[in-house]
Structures are given as structure tokens and as C-alpha cells.
């Protein structure tokens, strides 16, 4: 039985021709911007050994961030010599098994690497790769398949049991027998007897890449292989454990980064101390982060695992210290602030006040040690920072220790959300005193943002990380704190002064859609950071250039739907940083798609503030199932008539806590302008006509 359901005809126009603005990039995802290398996660969720395959279909381990091969000590690869790389896939999004597409003559290549582990049944730990040769031509073809085996570590091939050895670490199985090996500059090759194909043949040859001492690095058989390779399809289109659903959209490639995104996360998962720990990446950021931690944490939540979440929380505030800080990077002083917000935050959407009061002496412990780094300053009143927090680590592409501001802007929010939470839960007093704090906080900070203003080369007055900065740091440079302090900071309005200059400095400074500059690369592009932008400037009410950024933060990513965390634009260098998949950013995907279409504003509760355009096409629908709100739950539906002449959209409002309003936009992606309020109460349903303009018609 439906509850709660308002039904909505729109009257949709230009359709064919899309709602866009003319400076605005067509939302489509044609991965136009991928980087030029990238590497996929095939793992299982919680493996210790976290594998991912390259661009070329290399099986990459034994991550050092110094290896020859793109960091990585050991690589391993088939195919046939002179074949040329056609592409890459996965099977699907929700399936990581990477297809790499190779070509000599007429001799087609399809090589299949997946992984395999006791998630899936009584199978140990290892790799497969398939690699499968067809001649795809009208005469005979011959193929001599190799394997390529390059480490670090001493690699013995042992001829007779047709196994290879990679240190002390692997054992490298094949399905027949070998004729021979030979050493190279580029590592060990094993090569196979020649094969002479007919037109239309093909031939199968499989490697088994496992563990040493486990029970798969026995015999290994083409059949195995397959077997193999067929339960582990079903094991991922049959993964319980990974919460595809809650969010549909009708853009099929956004959904795929979506569902990707998702399953990335699981993929980095790993079990420490009794607890999932969800981690950032699986190579040169596998660990803990509080700040990326906290926005993955939300993640989780929106889609339907606050379960999940609960037990990241967890982990979090087991870090926190004696004296109450969070401090997993020295000087990072944000980190306690960070950790107030997810602690509200994750309270307010599961709406459990018995577990925030469980946690409340680390609450109290968390504000008492930013009280403490703000007296260290007031005891300097003629320092920069006077009153708000010690020289810092900015991170965000501005090393050293600084007197700065990104460690003062998630100060103030921490303050703000424990005040939020101390009221939520009938604290008065200390609410009260805290926020004593946090008013004089403020003071400080305005007193000396005031002090800091400078303008750009355009005029654009706004407010650099670094106090009194110097003259040879980009304006742009570290403003992705600024950014989390509009939102979900939510600290300041656009009546602030620096606010519309800071925007104006990072819409200056847009390359591909994306602001250029803003992280550790002087010229690159930090490619979540289009999240944090597009946040600010949706609670600043620019939903349709939110929506746009969604666009141009898809099409950053690989074609197997994932991100590295910073790369340089088309033509202008390979130089990336960071780990890849980066699992701030899918959380970030994950985030934006959903404050598009559900934003809570303090009491009230937004819908499609954000709605991209080109999702209002004949027969689109647009799904959540039970979204997690400050309020509650939240489902609904938008329904595009087969004609594109009407959508119906369906709700069900949240019920814990009744918002004050809910509120429809229509700007950007209906035809019509400004915004209709909708009942929060139950078992209402209401019919709304919204007219085309007559320019329209």
C-alpha cells in the first residue's frame, strides 16, 4: 500500500534540445577527461591482498610506490609478441572482472582477470587470468602465447610441474605446459608451444596467480579456470554484502560509476581489531584517513548501511587521544573537528540519541582540546592566529606548518556540530557554554579574515589559506576547506565577503570543467574536489552548475568507472598523485548524486535542488528507496511519460522526525521556475500541473 504519496504532472519541454546553460558542458559521461594510465581493483571485500590490473592487463602486487611498473614490484602479463592494446571493460559495474582487449592481425585477444577467495566457497586466495586467442580472419593464423613475470624478487620457473615462483610470496600456476623461459630486461617470459589457428578457432591459456601454501597452488587445469571464472561472476552478481539500489537514476553511465563506487569501497574494506575498516585505497592510501573516513562513513549511510557506518565511527573514536584530539597526520588539527561532524552527522541519520550519549564523553573530550589549541594562541595576541588555532598542516596541495585556515574552518564546524548535538539531546548548559566558544571563535576568525582579504589578477576579493600568505601560492590553493566550511559546514552564507570571492577564484580557474590547481599539482586537477565545489555552490542555490560538475567529474574517471585522486589535464603531462580507485572519491560521486536530488536545509527538506537536466528524457525514472535523512527515511520516484510530456513523481516523506517543509525545484530541469512546497504529513496525495513557458509552447 502506498503512504504518504503526492503525485506531480510536469509538463517537460525541449527535451531533444536539453536545459542547459550555453557555457555549461553537455551532461553526458563519454569518459572524455580519463586519465591517461589507470589500474582496477578485481579483490574481494576484506582480502588482505588487494590486487588491481592496469591499463595494458597487467596483474599488479607487492605495491611500494617505488616498483618499476607504475609503483608496484611485481607485475604479471600475457599475450601473444607485437600485439596491439584495443581496450579495456568490466564485465559490468557491479562486476570486477577486467576484459583487456588486445590485437595481432588477425589473431583477436580477450584476457579475463578476476580474483578469487573463500567469500565465493572453500576456495583460497589467489588471481586467474584468462587470456583467450581467436583468429578472427579468413586464413590460418599461428599464435605463440607468452607470460611475463617481472619482480623485484627473485623469479624461479620450474619446467616440470609448470609453476613459477615469485620470491617467497607466490606461486604461478598455467593450464599446459611450457617450452621454455628466458630472461629479459623486462622480466621473466614463458613462452608456449606456437599454435596454428584455422579461421574461426581459438585458444584458451590460463594463469593462476596464489599465495604460496595455500591449497590452490596445486594442479590448475583450463577447466579450473573457467569454473572458477564462472563462480566468480555469480559470486558478484549475487553479492549481498554490497548495497546496490537505494539510488537510480536513468543516466546508464552515471548509475555505473554509482554502483562502481559502491563496490570500491567494499573492495578496500578490511578487517582490523574486530572491526570493517574502510579505507581510502588499495595501495599507497590503504588506511585510515579521519577526513576521507568521514565522508566515506556518510556515504555508507545514504546508501542503507548505517550498520556499516556505525562500526567506521567505531574505528574512528578508538583514535582519538588522551588528551582528546584526533591526530593521524602531525598538526592536522582538523581532524578533531572532522570527528564531531561525523559524530553528529551520523547520529542525525540513523536518529540515535542512546549512541550519541554513549559517545559523549569523547564529544566533550574533542571540544575541550580545540578550547585548549585556542588558548595556546590567545596567549600570542599579537600572532596571526590569535584566538583561533596553532600553525597547522593545511594538506590539500600546501605542505609545512603554517599559521592557516583550513584547520581553523573545521575547528569552527566541529564546535558547531557538538553544540548541535549537545542541544539535540538536552544538554543546555554545556550547549550553552560551547557555544560561548564558538562565538568568540568566530570573532577571531572574521577579525582576521578581515585582515587577510587580498584580490586575485581579475579583482576578485578573496580570503587565501595561508595567513599573510605569500605572494607565490595560487589563490585557488588549498580552498577545498573553505569549500567543506559552506557545506556541510554550512558556516557561512554568500553575504559573507570573501564568499563570492573565493567562488570567483575557483571559477577563474576552471580547466575541463573542473578548477585547476586547487591540489598538490601546481597545474593539475584534484577530481573529487568537483564534489566539494559543487556542494558549496548548491547550498549556495547554483543547482544546475552543481549538476554540471557531477557531469565533469564522471568524465574524469577511468572507463571502469573509477578515479585516481589527482591527474593533469588532456595534453598537459601524466603526472598523477594519489591512489586509484580513490575511495573519497567514490563517496564523493556517491554524496553529490545524492544532495542533488535530497538536501536537507536546517528544518526543511529539499528535493531536486540539483536535478540534472538530462535526466527529464521519455520514460527516464529516477528512484530512492529509503535514503537516509536527518528526518528519516526517505523513498521516492520520478516518472517520465513514454511522450516526455509529463513526469509523475511519488514520495514518501520521512516519518521519525517531520521536516518543517518539503520543498520542490523545478529551475533548471522542468520547464518551469522557482519552487512548490509539498505536505509532510501522512497519507497525503496531491496532483501539481506546472505550465511550460509560452516561449516553449
Known amino acids: 500500500m502506498l503512504r504518504n504519496v503526492i503525485v506531480i504532472a510536469l509538463l517537460v519541454y525541449a527535451l531533444a534540445a536539453g536545459l542547459l546553460f550555453a557555457d555549461s558542458q553537455p551532461q553526458v559521461v563519454d569518459f572524455r ?3 591517461s594510465w ?6 574481494l571485500p576484506d582480502d588482505s591482498l588487494k590486487t588491481v590490473v592496469g591499463k595494458e592487463g597487467y596483474l599488479l602486487y607487492d605495491f611500494s610506490g617505488k616498483g618499476s611498473y607504475h609503483g608496484f614490484d611485481t607485475a604479471v602479463e ?9 581496450g579495456q571493460s568490466l564485465i559490468s559495474p557491479r562486476i570486477p572482472i577486467v576484459r583487456t582487449r588486445k590485437k595481432l592481425n588477425n589473431i583477436d585477444i580477450e584476457e579475463d582477470a578476476f580474483s578469487v577467495g573463500r567469500k565465493m566457497g572453500s576456495y583460497d586466495r589467489c588471481d586467474i587470468l584468462i587470456v583467450h586467442f581467436r583468429n578472427s580472419g579468413s586464413s590460418d593464423e599461428v599464435c605463440a602465447p607468452f607470460v611475463i613475470l617481472k619482480s623485484n624478487a627473485e623469479v624461479t620457473v620450474q619446467k616440470d610441474n609448470q609453476k613459477a615462483l615469485i620470491g617467497s610470496k607466490f606461486t604461478i600456476s ?3 605446459s611450457f617450452d621454455n623461459a628466458e630472461q629479459t630486461e623486462g622480466g621473466i617470459i614463458v613462452r608456449f608451444p606456437p599454435v596454428s589457428l584455422a579461421s574461426g578457432e581459438h585458444h584458451l591459456l590460463a594463469v593462476r596467480i596464489s599465495e604460496k601454501d595455500n591449497s590452490m597452488s596445486d594442479g590448475f587445469t583450463m577447466v579450473d579456470a573457467q569454473m572458477l571464472r564462472a563462480e566468480a561472476e555469480k559470486y558478484w552478481r549475487n553479492a549481498v554484502g554490497i548495497p546496490y539500489g537505494s539510488m537510480q537514476v536513468p543516466d546508464s553511465k552515471i548509475q555505473a560509476l554509482l554502483d562502481s563506487s559502491i563496490r570500491n569501497i567494499y573492495q578496500a574494506r578490511e578487517i582490523k581489531n574486530n572491526l570493517p575498516v574502510f579505507q581510502v585505497g588499495p595501495t599507497v ?25 556505525r562500526h567506521g565511527i567505531t574505528h574512528m573514536l578508538r583514535q582519538q587521544n588522551e588528551d582528546g584530539g584526533f591526530l593521524l597526520l602531525p598538526m592536522h588539527w582538523k581532524e578533531t573537528g572532522v570527528a564531531l561532524w561525523a559524530v553528529e552527522r551520523h547520529a542525525r541519520l540513523t536518529g540515535d540519541k542512546v549512541w550519541l550519549k554513549s559517545v559523549w564523553p569523547r564529544v566533550e573530550d574533542a571540544v575541550a582540546f580545540i578550547a585548549a589549541l585556542r588558548k595556546k594562541t590567545l596567549e600570542m595576541p599579537d600572532a596571526p592566529n590569535a584566538g583561533l588555532v596553532p600553525s597547522g598542516f593545511s594538506d590539500g596541495g600546501l605542505g609545512g606548518v603554517y599559521p592557516e585556515y583550513t584547520n581553523v574552518y573545521w575547528s569552527l564546524i566541529g564546535l558547531k556540530s557538538a553544540i548541535n548535538s549537545a542541544r539535540w539531546i538536552g544538554k543546555k548548559e554545556q550547549a550553552d557554554a560551547w557555544q560561548k566558544e564558538f562565538d568568540d571563535m568566530m570573532r577571531c576568525f572574521k577579525k582576521a579574515a578581515e585582515r587577510d582579504l587580498r584580490s586575485d589578477v581579475l579583482g576578485n576579493r578573496y580570503l587565501p589559506v595561508r595567513m599573510k600568505d605569500d605572494a607565490n601560492t595560487a589563490p585557488q590553493k588549498g580552498q577545498y576547506a573553505f569549500l567543506h566550511a559552506v557545506y556541510p559546514g554550512r558556516l557561512f552564507s554568500e553575504t559573507e565577503p570573501f564568499v563570492k570571492g573565493n567562488i570567483a577564484v575557483l571559477r577563474a580557474a576552471e580547466k575541463e570543467g573542473l578548477p585547476a590547481g586547487v591540489g598538490w599539482l601546481s597545474d593539475g586537477l584534484w577530481n573529487y574536489f568537483a564534489s566539494f565545489y559543487a556542494h ?23 572507463p571502469l568507472y573509477c578515479w585516481r585522486e589527482e591527474q593533469m589535464p588532456l595534453d598537459s603531462g601524466y603526472q598523477v598523485i594519489g591512489d586509484m ?46 535514503v537516509a535523512t536527518d528526518f528519516g527515511p526517505v523513498s521516492l520516484s520520478l516518472t517520465v511519460s513514454s511522450d516526455g510530456s509529463h513526469a509523475v513523481l511519488r514520495l514518501t516523506p520521512p516519518e521519525r522526525v517531520r521536516p518543517s517543509k518539503i520543498v520542490l525545484h523545478l529551475d533548471g530541469w522542468s520547464g518551469s521556475s522557482g519552487t512548490r512546497s509539498l505536505s509532510v504529513k501522512a497519507s497525503t496525495w496531491r496532483l501539481i500541473k506546472i505550465s511550460r513557458p509560452i516561449s516553449a509552447q
Open 78 to 86: 600475457a599475450g601473444i609478441d607485437g600485439s596491439v592494446w584495443e
Open 38 to 43: 589507470w589500474q582496477t581493483a578485481i579483490c
Open 581 to 626: 580507485p580513490h575511495n573519497w572519491a567514490s563517496a564523493e560521486f556517491i554524496r553529490l548524486v545524492r544532495h542533488l536530488l535530497v538536501l536537507e536545509r536546517g528544518s526543511e527538506l529539499h528535493l531536486f535542488d540539483g536535478m540534472p537536466a538530462a535526466w527529464i528524457k521519455p520514460g527516464a525514472v529516477i528512484r530512492l528507496d529509503r
Open 174 to 176: 598455467f593450464t599446459e
Open 536 to 558: 558549496a555552490l548548491l547550498w549556495l542555490g547554483e543547482g544546475q552548475k552543481s549538476a554540471d560538475l557531477l557531469y565533469s567529474f564522471a568524465n574524469h574517471a577511468s
Open 285 to 309: 592510501y590503504r588506511g585510515f584517513w579521519v577526513v576521507d573516513g568521514a565522508f566515506i562513513l556518510e556515504a555508507l549511510s545514504f546508501v542503507g548501511r548505517q550498520k556499516d557506518a
Open 33 to 35: 577527461y580519463a586519465p
